[in-house]
Every structure is written in structure tokens, then in C-alpha cells.
């Protein structure tokens, strides 16, 4: 299960995986990488439940064993179900709605937008012949480096006003950071895309 919690530095709403001894724990927060005792954070809403499964098996996720705790503070560093790619690559999104090119998403920012001729930020475009709910610059997913092991993947909004957009069943609401997993499925206004690993 996750639930959502709102960093006490910078305000952003994290969504972690609910796991044992939790207040024992700290998190450091993507955003503004202040690391916090998780009691800090402030609990949003109920827990949600993780998407339902799609009908195609997809391989096992590998996660993070979870760390020891640090003899230092007391405390461990948690990790909100963090998902290592093997391939040493960063993830793909598929669109599922239509046929079109995979985006292959780059180390750093990779802004998703609507298709338009001039005047965007987007690093990729999606093509919405004849609807405009998508906006120029819409969708974020910061892909970093995770140690040697491979990548993390956040996703954001680019900004705050936007049509509703969803991973899974959940909404993301603008100043969320929600970290991809493989088979995560991402409904923007005009298109629906599929988060894969790459083999």
C-alpha cells in the first residue's frame, strides 16, 4: 500500500510505500534532497492502493533490499519502493491508446507535451490530431542515476494547471513526485502510455 505525505522542507507530496516501523525511519525527499525522520512528514488522505495488474505478466520488479539501520542516527533511510532498472538503461514509455514511436526517455528531465509546431519546452511531442487537452509542456519524469545499479524514475506535473492526468488509479496533483514503476500506466487528457523497462 502507499500513502502520501508532504515533505516538511519544501512542501512537495511524496507517495511511499507503507511498510513496518515506519516512524523509525527517514526519507529523503527527491525534490529538494532534505533528508527528514518520516514523522516530520505530514500524512495525506487514506492509503492508496497500488493499480490493478494488466492483463499481459510482466517480469517481477527487482527492489532495493532495505537498508540497516545507521548507527549514527538511529534511524534508516527509506526507500519509497524504488525500482532498479538491470539493464543499466532508463525506461521507455509506450503509447497503448494508438500506434505511434516509443519515448525513450534520457538521464535528467524528459518534458512530455502536446504536438505543436513552435513555442515549447517539451522534450518529446504526442501527437492529438484535432484535441488540445493535452498542454505544451505537460508531464515531468526525472530519470537519476541510482548509485550502480541503475535508475529511479519520478514523475511530475510540469505545471499547475493541467487537465487531470493519472498514474494507475491515483491523480496526480501538481507539487506530486510519484516514482514510476514497471507496468505503471500514465493517462494524459488525450493519450494513454505504458512505463516499461527496457530489455
Sequence with gaps: MKIKVKCPCCGAVLAIMKQENVENKAVTCPICKERSP???????????????????????????????????????EFDPGTIINLTNTPGILVRIDESAEDIVLKVGKNVIGRKVSSGTNADFMIATPGKNRLSREHLVIEVKQAGNNGF????????????????GTEKLEYGDCLRLEEGDIIKLPDATLKFVLKK
Design 38 to 76: 518520516l514523522v516530520q512528514f505530514k500524512v495525506l488522505g487514506e492509503p492508496v492502493s497500488n493499480p490493478a495488474p494488466q492483463p499481459k505478466p510482466a517480469p517481477q520488479p527487482v527492489h532495493k533490499p532495505e537498508p540497516q539501520p545507521d548507527q549514527n542516527s538511529g534511524s534508516t
Design 152 to 167: 529511479v524514475h519520478n514523475v511530475s506535473l510540469y505545471k499547475e494547471k493541467v487537465n487531470d492526468t493519472y498514474v
